[in-house]
């Protein structure tokens, strides 16, 4: 802009005897600042100007014109585009300044005209284009966020429901045993008495305490899906031979029981070994599945891997979901690892690592 307005103002002093400082000259130099300023003051101010500029000099002033008419273009504004244009010509034929724009060219000003106001029409689609695509990346991208978000809650709602199950059942048993304990206080001394009494009275209280805060969890979780929710403690082994008998085909390899690792280390494996079995019928339907998964200390691993499965025509690509994002939370909330990818050639895998609570007859160098 700078240059056309300086580009402008020596067409001006040329056309008036080689005199800078004119009243020409200053009105290109507004012309030139209301386009620049334009977009920030009124839309119509720089047109208007640069149109009775035109009009009355003709084509010293061309250059800001069709700047103005690429701006009005590129605004969608066609019909003031046109009007504008109309009145600068209409203004050159009237006048007939010794510059007019009516003055034979080689190429004619209304190819200028009709060039400025095509560019002004691309532009402006484009940029409208591009500002339309990145508000839909942003949605998709903020979309996914909420999807990712409302996965790992989720599975922690699930991973609550389920702990709920394992220490309600625990803290029973305390207050069971302790209970019965008690019940024979005529034999026992009476400290231990007074003992049994505080552990029974802390057990209920505290499994009271525990049903009123993860209770409502297991009731929302009911209502919100059509099938009740399983049992906490799952059968891995139980679950592959349901897989073997839908045709699927596993080799699995368990080592050291279950009994040897936590009760949530046992429900994370049962998930993992769901979710990549489900992954793999959904993306490898015909492939072999290789299922490892050791209990012993120094912590539970679980290792499932398969081969890339022939891709089945005629039927639409199965969308991923975010089974592995709520995986990963459960692995992480339990102090362990999660990777799940390529794992070599032609080879997906799925392993995770989960280390025992330290105790005193599980040390960290046992």
Not at 56 to 82: E, S
Not at 288 to 296: F, G, H, K, N, Q
Not at 341 to 347: E, K, M, Q, R, S
């Amino acid at each position: 802009m700078v240059l056309l307005t300086l580009g402008a103002v020596q067409n001006m002093a040329l056309s008036s005897g080689g005199e800078y400082v004119t009243v020409r000259s200053a009105l290109v130099v507004v012309c030139g600042l209301a386009l620049l300023l334009g977009r920030r003051l009124w839309w119509w101010l720089a047109p208007a100007l640069t149109t009775v500029a035109t009009g009355v000099w003709g084509w010293p002033v061309l250059p800001l014109f069709l700047i103005a008419l690429f701006d009005l273009a590129d605004r969608r504004r066609i019909r003031a585009a046109i009007l504008w244009s109309a009145v600068a010509l209409t203004g050159n034929a009237v006048l007939r300044p010794a510059t007019s724009l009516w003055i034979p060219q080689q190429y004619g000003v209304f190819l200028f005209l009709q060039l400025a106001v095509i560019g002004g029409l691309w532009m402006g689609s484009r940029r409208r284009l591009v500002q339309a695509l990145n508000a839909e990346v942003e949605h998709l991208r903020t979309e996914r966020e909420l999807r990712e978000q409302a996965a790992r809650m989720a599975e922690r709602s699930a991973i609550a429901a389920e702990m709920h199950d394992v220490l309600a059942h625990r803290l029973s048993l305390i207050a069971l045993h302790t209970g019965v304990l008690a019940a024979k206080k005529d034999a026992l001394p009476a400290p231990v008495v007074e003992r049994l009494t505080l552990l029974r009275t802390a057990s209920t209280e505290a499994l009271t305490d525990l049903r009123d805060v993860l209770g409502a969890l297991r009731t929302t979780e009911t209502l919100s899906t059509a099938t009740p929710p399983a049992p906490a403690l799952r059968d891995v082994e139980e679950m592959i031979e349901q897989a073997r008998s839908a045709g699927q085909t596993i080799s699995a390899t368990v080592e050291g029981s279950p009994a040897q690792a936590p009760a949530a280390h046992r429900l994370a494996v049962y998930r993992l070994v769901q979710e990549a079995l489900t992954n793999a019928r959904k993306h490898a339907p015909d492939a072999s599945v290789d299922v490892r998964i050791s209990y012993a200390p120094p912590a539970t691993l679980v290792e499932v891997t398969n081969p890339p499965g022939a891709r089945l025509t005629g039927l639409p690509p199965v969308p991923s979901g975010f089974g592995l994002i709520g995986l990963r939370e459960r692995v992480e909330a339990l102090g362990g690892h999660l990777s799940a990818g390529p794992g070599g050639a032609d080879i997906w895998r799925l392993a995770a690592r989960i280390p025992h609570p330290v105790t005193e007859q599980n040390g960290p160098d046992s």
